[in-house]
């Protein structure tokens, strides 16, 4: 990243440049794009309610006048200009929608005014010199896993490496696109108003976009929808609103919601604000709204106490052709891979195998080798791309590369259950695993590990992936907090290797191991109170819990 990218701005200078890389960004990549192109199936559509597309508009009517520019560069079924109230409704309206299927009869017609302009195309066809007062947007959602081809392909939305503002970071999804883009149509003193899912609050990529926005403009406002801001998608979302002011030096307003209920009642705009000026915005820590102070001394994060480097655990080429469940081939090795299989808090034995080849390969597997490969060779164009390209390139397709385990382990996917399991035999683990060894103290720090401190902090660090399910990324995993063993007194220590000693056996779907975690908690909450000079509650916890998991 350049100095640019990754610092505060400090003189107007910077601000101008910054904008003329984007400039030349888009210019170079998005033109001579004019070209219809075979629509992708991950479009990235998720749809805006009418609750939530009448508080966005809220937030700009007032600036709307007879002669102001509007854009949406994602229109989806009109959502946002169709609910303009009618007094400001007729001024200048330019939609652009990619997805043709969208575009019926009443948009058609709705758009068949003088002052109303729909383009069926790609917003990033839309030539940037040509500028709006006001942008509304609801722009589509598509990790960079899946940039790789189609109409969002990175060949059409990422510059080549010779221009400066190649430092868009890798992992961007593509909303972070067309937020750049969009501030590059506003006017000096437009209005950006947009609806994001939040992950841009705590990735490295939003760290990006952060510095972004205080280097073109002021984001007036964040509007977090922590459970979700959609009717039909359960993630978190964020409502921003961005002023195109260059030297502005305001702080930002970050309001806390749950969902759309709170927007129905406007129960969740009562409370005043949290301020955050730029320094304060670029550090704030948006997962840190618990009753426990997560910042205190008595934690570490958990990559600081390991002994090893956390890691995943061992990937096969293709699950459904490289893991079994039975050892019908002799170089079948054992491999933990099914979470509900594992019945307590300690691995007694393998649930699965995973067909690991070395330089010697039995007749019978290269029988079934050479079945597998022709399956892959025959799948869908867009199915198995890698082991595809290895097998053209003659490489060893087949090698599962086998990584050591840790003592504990943990499955990154979070329900009800969100369970550090003992691995005192290092069982090799799957990669639906995290490994992490630690080796002092294990069945105190197994008790730690599965106290309710630990997994409020893992649910404040996961995301939401709709049905109830979570997910907790590897970099997000390694700061989870965990207390220090050091900061707790030798008797408690004893205490917790006891009650670690119960939990290792105990059914992990009983009432038997919460009787036990509520003990571990007890004793964790009067170490958490003296070091803190607090008075937090078990019931304080135990439903800061209930948020997460019903």
């Given at each position: 990243m350049t100095d640019t990218i990754s610092k505060p701005y400090k003189v107007d200078d910077l601000v101008q440049s910054f904008e003329e890389q984007l400039e030349l960004f888009f210019s170079k990549n998005f033109e001579s794009k004019s070209k219809t192109p075979e629509l992708d199936e991950n479009l990235g559509q998720v749809f805006t309610s009418p609750v939530l597309a009448k508080f966005m508009i809220s937030l700009f009517k007032e600036k709307i006048q007879s002669n102001s520019k509007i854009l949406d560069p994602c229109i989806g079924p009109n959502t946002f200009f169709k609910l303009l109230p009618i007094e400001v409704s007729n001024c200048f309206l330019k939609g652009i929608e990619i997805d043709k299927s969208l575009i019926n009869d009443e948009i058609e017609k709705f758009y068949n005014n003088s002052k109303r302009?729909?383009?069926?195309?790609?917003?990033?066809?839309?030539?940037?010199?040509?500028?709006?007062?006001?942008?509304?947007?609801?722009?589509?959602?598509?990790?960079?896993?899946?940039?790789?081809?189609?109409?969002?392909?990175?060949?059409?939305?990422?510059?080549?490496?010779?221009?400066?503002?190649?430092?868009?970071?890798?992992?961007?999804?593509?909303?972070?696109?067309?937020?750049?883009?969009?501030?590059?149509?506003?006017?000096?003193?437009?209005?950006?108003?947009?609806?994001?899912?939040?992950?841009?609050?705590?990735?490295?990529?939003?760290?990006?976009?952060?510095?972004?926005?205080?280097?073109?403009?002021?984001?007036?406002?964040?509007?977090?929808?922590?459970?979700?801001?959609?009717?039909?998608?359960?993630?978190?979302?964020?409502?921003?609103?961005?002023?195109?002011?260059?030297n502005n030096r305001k702080s930002t307003s970050y309001y806390s919601l749950n969902d759309l209920n709170d927007l129905k009642t406007y129960n969740g705009l009562k409370d005043k604000p949290l301020k955050l000026d730029s320094k304060e915005f670029l550090a704030y820590s948006f997962n840190n709204t618990s009753v426990i102070n997560f910042k205190s001394n008595l934690f570490k994060p958990l990559k600081s106490i390991v002994s090893k480097s956390i890691q995943r655990g061992t990937s096969a080429i293709v699950n459904n052709y490289f893991i079994f469940s039975e050892k019908i081939y002799p170089e079948l090795k054992p491999i933990v891979k099914n979470i509900s299989k594992i019945k307590t808090y300690k691995i007694a034995e393998d649930n699965s195998y995973i067909l690991a080849l070395n330089n010697s390969i039995s007749d019978k597997t290269k029988q079934y080798l050479n079945s597998v490969k022709n399956n892959i060779l025959n799948a869908p164009e867009d199915k198995y791309k890698a082991v595809k390209q290895d097998i053209a390139q003659n490489k060893k397709w087949y090698q599962v590369k086998i990584k050591s385990s840790g003592n504990f382990i943990f499955n990154y996917y979070l329900r009800n259950n969100i369970d550090f399991i003992y691995n005192p035999n290092k069982h090799l683990s799957s990669d639906n695993f995290y490994s992490v060894n630690i080796e002092q103290s294990e069945l105190a720090y197994l008790a730690i590990l599965n106290s309710s401190f630990t997994r409020l902090n893992i649910l404040n660090n996961s995301r939401s992936q709709g049905n109830g399910l979570r997910k907790i990324q590897l970099y997000e995993f390694k700061e989870v907090k965990v207390i220090d063993i050091k900061n707790i007194s030798s008797e408690t220590i004893k205490e917790l290797?006891?009650?670690?000693?119960?939990?290792?056996?105990?059914?992990?779907?009983?009432?038997?191991?919460?009787?036990?975690?509520?003990?571990?908690?007890?004793?964790?909450?009067?170490?958490?109170?003296?070091?803190?000079?607090?008075?937090?509650?078990?019931?304080?916890?135990?439903?800061?819990?209930?948020?997460?998991?019903?």
């Open positions: 302009t729909l383009i069926k195309g790609s917003f990033f066809d839309l030539d940037s010199k040509e500028k709006f007062d006001l942008i509304i947007q609801n722009p589509p959602y598509v990790r960079q896993e899946l940039l790789a081809n189609g109409v969002n392909s990175k060949s059409n939305i990422k510059n080549d490496l010779s221009i400066n503002y190649s430092s868009i970071p890798s992992q961007s999804n593509l909303y972070i696109y067309f937020l750049l883009k969009s501030i590059l149509h506003l006017n000096d003193n437009g209005i950006m108003v947009a609806v994001i899912y939040d992950s841009w609050l705590y990735s490295s990529f939003g760290k990006f976009l952060k510095n972004s926005f205080l280097k073109l403009g002021h984001l007036e406002s964040i509007y977090h929808f922590k459970k979700s801001a959609f009717d039909n998608a359960d993630v978190g979302a964020t409502v921003i609103k961005f002023i195109k002011k260059k290797e006891g009650l670690g000693k119960s939990l290792m056996t105990s059914n992990r779907y009983d009432n038997q191991q919460n009787e036990i975690i509520k003990q571990i908690d007890s004793i964790l909450l009067n170490e958490y109170n003296n070091y803190n000079n607090s008075s937090i509650g078990i019931d304080e916890l135990i439903n800061e819990l209930k948020e997460y998991i019903k």
